[in-house]
């Protein structure tokens, strides 16, 4: 009897530049998106992701070009919506790999009113949010991040309004992961973001992204000696020392703030059905119930 063999298939480890698609950015010359994107498929190849399993969703900006520029499925969707569209394809497919992806004004302005939803829902994906403190692809209004003061085509004599702070509100609205990161610091930046997309649960890594067209004070010389790696003396299951760190002005700490472990929805929601099917009552005794 002839002696068989069983072929034994290596698992793939995909490069970052097995991510990157033949439609090439169409960002400004420096632009902050740039160093997200690279950062992104390092993260993805660290993590060796399939990119069949895996879907980007964005909403309306610069920023949201992303998905076409990445070997993925991807959903490039109307202003303000990347949020209830990556839940609605979790909810469908929780063996999907789900990452959203934004700017300021799509994420925190018109898309604010989904934000502490999904962070205290806590579905499990990932937000990037590319913070660049302006409208860049409209170009050059306030954004919701923009400084006081700050001077552009639809506040010449500076904005008047205070900036919002979407550490501080993703944290206490009960997201289990909140981050920062540079755009200029890809390498730390592609970590955080592996650790966010690995966190079972919602997580924001909101990063600064100079618009280096219209926004003319968030440069990178602007943070230049500001930005700080956060210790490994911080606990990050601390909340009101991350909330402290996302309160700090002048001075920008990256890398994790706060990172806490609890049930996703779609976990709880796996859950409940089960118990509905385990209890399965009669049509008798549904009407009993609700008599």
């Known amino acids: 009897m002839a002696e068989t063999h069983t072929l034994e298939t290596q698992p793939i480890q995909r490069q970052p530049k097995d991510y990157r698609s033949d439609l090439e950015p169409i960002w400004c010359p420096g632009c902050g998106d740039y160093g997200v994107l690279n950062a992104l498929f390092k993260a993805m190849s660290q993590l060796n992701l399939d990119p069949d399993k895996t879907v980007l969703v964005s909403g309306i900006g610069c920023s949201s070009r992303l998905p076409g520029f990445v070997v993925t499925y991807g959903f490039h969707g109307v202003h ?81 309004e205070g900036s919002l702070n979407p550490l501080q509100i993703a944290i206490v609205s009960g997201a289990t992961f909140v981050a920062r990161g540079y755009s200029s610091m890809p390498n730390q930046l592609a970590k955080i973001i592996a650790e966010a997309i690995k966190h079972p649960g919602f997580a924001l890594v909101d990063v600064f992204s100079p618009c280096v067209t219209f926004n003319k004070v968030q440069t990178y010389d602007y943070y230049k000696g500001k930005v700080y790696e956060i210790p490994d003396t911080h606990d990050p299951t601390d909340k009101f020392a991350a909330l402290r760190l996302a309160e700090e002005d002048g ?18 929601i796996a859950a409940i059905k089960q118990q509905a099917y385990t209890e399965s009552p009669s049509v008798e005794q549904l009407f009993k119930r609700y008599q």
Not at 133 to 160: A, D, E, H, M, R
């Open 80 to 160: 303000g919506r990347v949020l209830p569209v990556a839940t609605g394809i979790k909810l469908a497919r929780p063996d999907l790999t789900v990452i959203g992806v934004g700017g300021d004004g799509d994420g925190y302005s018109i898309g604010l009113g989904h934000f502490p939803h999904a962070a205290r829902r806590n579905i499990d994906i990932t937000y990037i949010v590319m913070n660049n403190q302006i409208y860049g692809l409209t170009k050059g209004q306030t954004s919701p991040t923009s400084s006081t003061g700050f001077q552009t085509k639809t506040t010449p004599f500076g904005n008047v």
């Open 251 to 268: 001075v920008f700490p990256v890398g994790i703030l706060y990172r806490v472990d609890r049930p996703t929805l779609d976990e709880q």
